[in-house]
RNA sequence: GGGGCUAUGGGGUAGCCUGGUAGCCUACGAGGUUUGGGACUUCGUGACCCCGGUUCAAAUCCGGGUAGCCCCA
């Protein structure tokens, strides 16, 4: 085995896109698996993606929406998990229970797979009148679900982070307003900052959050032909309300019961944007997520490695509103330098060696393409925000290509089939009914995506699997 | 949920069938020569997943556990 194979991927993305997902998570260094099946370390690569996903999201919700960022107990007595009936019908399947030490009252803690009644505890406190409301909170912590199938990096772990947001409101209205508003400031999150492609829509009765009155969702769509959900806000009606005891006096000064909702996005998107955009060569990010815009590597010789390691450093200086990293190092080949960079994804390279110094220019290469430009140094600092900006549209050009190539309307059953055999996204009249749907996932592996939001109501025809009426268009494909 | 494969220095592996000295590449440390696509060289540090069984003797055979991967649902 030669050196190449060892320290770069191994394996094509178009070949077992399993072991080559795994390959470019762990040699990026953006995570390592941890003794604890289904849990990871996230290095210091991997939390900067995170973190830039924090203050984005934060950015868009703290001022514009009116959401505090707050923080409530990991644990959860198990009677709070049971309060809402269908909420802890859903979760509990995959709920830690902690045995070690009841509460005073000997019962059993969960520790939360969603916080929904951690927080509707204090909200039932804090809410007294309709100058309370609304009540807008989030918060950005880790939740488990004990998986008991089979775990992936990002995609699928037992413990992982995110941020859920909680709102309590007067009216029905405002709740589902914001509702929908947070899934479009996700789908842009989603295409601004990761430049991934998402499908929006609504989620089945079958597919929705249990307990909520329903979730609408974004899902991208991985090389592999399966889905990926990455977000979703759920409208939870009245129902945790009635369950926590949260009332209000309303304007009338008579009892009412709020409307609320929670939203939530999660490290799970880190894994998304590795399976959407990187490469044999390993990690590609787009550059609104990438930490270091650029990396400059020197070509040095002996007799001009001064000049060169000067220039490199004033250019370095020049660009560090890119934060660019640079490489001075002199155990390293460039051809080993430029492995190096591709594999972690930085995206441009400049390259500088004497020949360029005389010219009083420098190489660009951009990490997704791979594409050279001779740039003069005098024009660099535009060029470079040129290139990234360019980059950064691109790649969500072609990832929305790649969705949209992929999807396929199908009429009949049969067309249905052979849609999601070739790992396509079926775009079907469906009746909405959740044994139906069962069928269908039996038969096929598949399960719902969602209805577009802009869905024509008026759908004609029979659902393709039960004959009944159909009442929507839905995407179906399999999903991780 | 069902089936299959794997586990050896920090990383990648050979050895396992046929039990007996753990070999190689890389990384790491020290030195010298190099540098426009993963340079060369000398010396050095460093390993058999866990529990049990068989045996004079186990990385190797047997049983159990744990973890990872793949395929199917």
Not at 36 to 60: C, D, L, R
Not at 62 to 89: Q, R, T, W
Not at 260 to 289: A, C, F, Y
Request: hydrophobic content about 35%; charged content about 35%; glycine content about 6%.
């Amino acid at each position: 085995m030669n050196k190449k194979e060892e320290k770069g991927i191994t394996v094509k993305k178009s070949e077992n896109i399993s072991e080559w997902y795994e390959q470019v998570c762990l040699k990026s260094d953006l995570v390592e698996f941890a003794v604890v099946k289904g849990t990871m370390v996230i290095k210091p690569k991997g939390y900067a993606i995170w973190e830039k996903i924090q203050s984005y999201f934060n950015e868009k919700i703290n001022k514009p929406l009116g959401v505090k960022n707050a923080y409530f107990p990991l644990f959860i007595p198990e009677s709070f998990f049971k309060k809402e009936a269908e909420h802890a019908k859903g979760f509990n399947p995959e709920v830690a229970w902690i045995d070690k030490e009841l509460t005073k009252d000997g019962e059993r803690l969960a520790i939360r797979p969603t916080s929904e009644t951690i927080m509707y505890d204090s909200y039932s406190r804090w809410i007294r009148s309709y100058r309370d409301l609304p009540l807008k909170i989030n918060q950005w912590c880790n939740i488990v679900r004990w998986e008991t199938n089979t775990t992936k990096l990002f995609l699928r772990s037992r413990e992982f982070l995110w941020q859920e947001g909680h709102c309590v409101y007067e009216t029905e209205k405002e709740c589902e307003k914001d509702t929908l508003k947070v899934i479009e400031l996700y789908k842009k999150l989603s295409e601004d900052l990761l430049a991934m492609p998402v499908l929006i829509g609504k989620k089945t009765e079958k597919e929705k959050f249990a307990g909520a009155k329903h979730t609408y969702t974004i899902e991208a769509f991985m090389p592999d032909g399966k889905a990926l959900q990455c977000g979703t806000s759920h409208n939870l009606g009245q129902s945790f309300a009635k369950s926590f005891g949260i009332s209000f006096l309303g304007r009338d000064e008579k009892k009412h019961t709020p409307w609320q909702n929670s939203w939530g996005i999660s490290t799970r998107l880190i894994g998304g944007l590795v399976m959407t955009h990187s490469d044999d060569k390993g990690l590609v990010l787009p550059p609104e997520v990438a930490e270091n815009k650029l990396v400059i590597i020197p070509i040095l010789f002996d007799k001009t490695k001064e000049k060169v390691i000067k220039k490199a450093k004033e250019i370095e200086k020049m660009l560090s509103v890119f934060n660019p990293l640079i490489d001075l190092s002199e155990e390293y080949s460039p051809g080993y330098k430029f492995s190096e960079y591709e594999l972690q994804g930085i995206p441009l390279r400049i390259e500088i060696g004497p020949k360029d110094i005389e010219k009083k220019e420098v190489v660009i290469v951009r990490r997704d393409n791979g594409k050279k430009i001779a740039a003069k140094i005098k024009d660099l600092k535009r060029i470079i925000k040129e290139e990234l900006k360019n980059m950064q549209k691109e790649m969500l050009e072609r990832a929305k290509d790649k969705l949209y190539s992929n999807i396929v309307e199908t009429k009949s059953k049969s067309e249905f089939k052979s849609a999601i055999k070739e790992r396509k996204i079926a775009f079907t009249r469906f009746c909405g009914d959740p044994s139906c749907e069962k069928k269908i996932k039996e038969e096929t592996g598949a399960t719902s995506r969602c209805t577009p939001l802009n869905a024509n109501k008026k759908i004609t025809g029979d659902c393709p699997f039960c004959g009944k009426a159909a009442k929507t268009m839905i995407y179906f494909s399999k999903s991780y």
